[in-house]
């Protein structure tokens, strides 16, 4: 078989991308694997148990693995609403951002390349430090300075740690300077990221009994899982081995909501909103790369966006503790639209909720 080659096209213009250009060199637009993988059921590697059991549809070969993936899925109800919820909290550094880290890792290995930089609230840090450092990768790691402490930890121990003053994005911007001369691995911007991401939709699949949810509600910063899981089953689809799309629901808090207004003024892009203060600390992006796409699943999928205030994140996290689902407050913000909205899911509805970040590392630490 001729090895797999990824081309790399910008999903606005179509102009030709390098691999590891980060944004279109033309038009600065996000870019995106022209030729991916399609899935095919018969190259599930089913002995393998973690995400690399789909590694035939995935876009790199594997050089290094925590065992990512292949997260539980619990039955659960609360306030008499049925779900599943999909213990991605669970991943190896606590977060479902070791799918897209694993795949991003592992590509970089396949092309030599041993230095990379990356701007994260913190669990897409602590992830990138937990694959790149063991793995011989040096990643420099811009964090701003209002960060969990506990995730700074992380990201430190192994990688090296950049904090930068004042708001969330100037850390980003520092990022993005030192992305001229160093590969940008981005959790953000990255189409390998992504590509691990659809894993999680290939597990509810085979998990549920080889069928798709009516309904899947995830919190969306950047939107890395609620594409994921769109264009997983976009995939399962075009393989004819589900009937129809799950609804795609965006929940986003109140502080921060730009694809919540873009969807209720039914606009193609989100407006650029404020950055302000939420408990859901994991979603402050006021500017999502992927920002049309997310918005046109919800159309394409008769999906919605939902905003919830913190106080109903607050309960919503206290009442996912009290079932043994310890999570940290951005993952109980589809809980919380869920009890507020519930009225916009039919009594029989299979809906299915990420838990997406560990409570754990939200706990004083000393
Ligand atoms: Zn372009």
Redesign the pocket.
């Known amino acids: 078989m001729t090895p797999y080659t990824p081309q790399i096209i ?1 999903i ?2 179509d ?1 030709t991308a390098a691999i590891w250009d980060w944004r ?1 060199p ?2 600065g ?1 996000p870019l995106d694997i022209a030729n991916p993988q399609p899935f095919d059921a018969d190259r599930i590697d089913a002995g393998t148990w973690s995400l690399w059991r789909y590694g035939a549809m995935l876009p790199t070969d594997k050089r290094f693995s925590l065992g990512e993936g292949m997260t539980p899925l619990v039955q659960t109800s609360v306030d008499g609403l049925d779900f599943y919820a999909k213990l991605e909290y669970l991943n190896p550094t606590g977060s479902y951002k070791d799918r897209g880290t694993t795949v991003l890792v592992n590509r970089l290995l396949g092309e030599n390349v041993h230095d990379v930089v990356e701007d994260s609230s913190g669990n897409a840090g602590a992830s990138l430090a937990a694959y790149a450092g063991p793995s011989g990768i040096h990643a420099r790691i811009f964090v701003s300075t209002t960060a969990s402490a506990a995730k700074k930890r992380l990201i430190a121990t192994n990688a090296e740690l950049v904090e930068v003053s004042g708001v969330r994005s100037a850390a980003t911007a520092a990022c993005h300077a030192a992305a001229e001369t160093t590969v940008y691995a981005s959790h953000a911007w990255s189409p390998f990221f992504l590509a691990g991401q659809m894993t999680a939709a290939y597990e509810v699949w085979e998990q549920l009994g080889h069928r798709a949810p009516d309904a899947i509600l995830t919190p969306v910063g950047h939107g890395g899982l609620f594409l994921g899981f769109a264009r997983g089953f976009a995939a399962l689809h075009e393989a004819g081995l589900v009937e129809r799309l799950p609804r795609m629901i965006a929940t986003q808090a109140a502080g921060c909501d730009p694809i919540v207004q873009g969807y209720e003024q039914q606009l193609n892009a989100p407006p650029v909103t404020q950055e302000e203060e939420t408990i859901a600390d994991g979603i402050i992006v006021n500017q999502p790369v992927r920002g049309r796409e997310i918005l046109r699943v919800i159309r394409e999928t008769d999906g919605a966006a939902y905003r919830v205030q913190d106080a109903a994140i607050i309960a919503a996290q206290k009442m996912l503790a009290e079932r043994g689902l310890f999570v940290e407050a951005t993952s109980a913000v589809p809980l919380a639209a869920l009890r507020e909205y519930r009225h916009d899911f039919a009594a029989d509805t299979t809906i299915i909720m990420p838990l997406t970040g560990s409570g754990l590392k939200g706990l004083p630490g000393k």
């Open positions: 910008c606005d213009c102009a279109c033309e038009c637009g």
